[in-house]
């Protein structure tokens, strides 16, 4: 009997192409979720809203870049929203800006300094704080961030929040916080490594 594909959410997808899925999704059917529904994705929907999904649908969430989108009170709906979407046996991955760092390089007046190179063009730690400059000129205006977050308010957010396990890393070529959040924790330490590393974390 052929094993049945997992299922992938790719929520606040952005336009297809847009960003990068780590290789560890190669095989999984990839469900693209966007609020906006000029980028064409499977599903239009709001991240405090995925009532389109069913209680433990979803093996596993991709959450890239867009809880800086939210007001700060709505990050915790969001996340209550992708738990209940979980299979038990699933996980959840968040990218966010890391603030704490962009911070040392907008006290040494280098706001707008190119720091490195995404999918949609150069990132200034100005971009990283208020949102794409690019984009939000052409007029996506719902690229503007409406919260953000270090390390210590990323783990808050989770406080309440049904997930067993929570762990934190910096990506440090990109400036970004990441979050791996279970609803069962790993096995052993062999398990939780495996998928971090299979996360590019």
């Given at each position: 009997?052929?094993?049945?594909?997992?299922?992938?959410?790719?929520?606040?997808?952005?336009?297809?192409?847009?960003?990068?899925?780590?290789?560890?999704?190669?095989?999984?059917?990839?469900?693209?979720?966007?609020?906006?529904?000029?980028?064409?994705?499977?599903?239009?929907?709001?991240?405090?809203?995925?009532?389109?999904?069913?209680?433990?649908?979803?093996?596993?969430?991709?959450?890239?870049?867009?809880?800086?989108?939210?007001?700060?009170?709505?990050?915790r709906r969001a996340l209550s929203e992708f738990r209940r979407v979980l299979r038990a046996s699933?996980?959840?991955?968040?990218?966010?800006?890391?603030?704490?760092?962009?911070?040392?390089?907008?006290?040494?007046?280098?706001?707008?300094?190119?720091?490195?190179?995404?999918?949609?063009?150069?990132?200034?730690?100005?971009?990283m704080f208020f949102g794409l400059g690019a984009a939000i000129a052409q007029g996506h205006t719902?690229?503007?961030?409406?919260?953000?977050?270090?390390?210590?308010?990323?783990?808050?957010?989770f406080d309440g929040v049904q997930f067993a396990e929570v762990v934190l890393r910096r990506r440090?070529?990109?400036?970004?916080?990441?979050?791996?959040?279970?609803?069962?924790?790993?096995?052993?330490?062999?398990?939780?490594?495996?998928?971090?590393?299979?996360?590019?974390?």
């Amino acid at each position: 009997m052929a094993r049945e594909q997992k299922i992938l959410l790719n929520v606040g997808c952005g336009p297809r192409g847009s960003g990068r899925l780590p290789r560890f999704f190669g095989e999984w059917r990839e469900v693209r979720v966007d609020i906006d529904a000029a980028v064409a994705p499977d599903v239009v929907a709001d991240l405090t809203d995925l009532s389109a999904f069913a209680d433990g649908s979803a093996d596993a969430i991709w959450a890239a870049h867009c809880l800086e989108h939210l007001y700060q009170h709505q990050v915790r709906r969001a996340l209550s929203e992708f738990r209940r979407v979980l299979r038990a046996s699933g996980f959840l991955c968040v990218l966010v800006p890391d603030l704490q760092t962009a911070a040392q390089y907008a006290a040494g007046d280098r706001f707008d300094e190119s720091l490195y190179d995404s999918p949609a063009g150069p990132v200034t730690a100005h971009d990283m704080f208020f949102g794409l400059g690019a984009a939000i000129a052409q007029g996506h205006t719902t690229m503007a961030h409406r919260c953000g977050f270090t390390p210590s308010v990323l783990q808050n957010c989770f406080d309440g929040v049904q997930f067993a396990e929570v762990v934190l890393r910096r990506r440090a070529r990109t400036l970004e916080l990441a979050a791996v959040a279970r609803p069962a924790p790993a096995s052993d330490e062999m398990e939780r490594n495996a998928l971090l590393q299979g996360l590019e974390l």
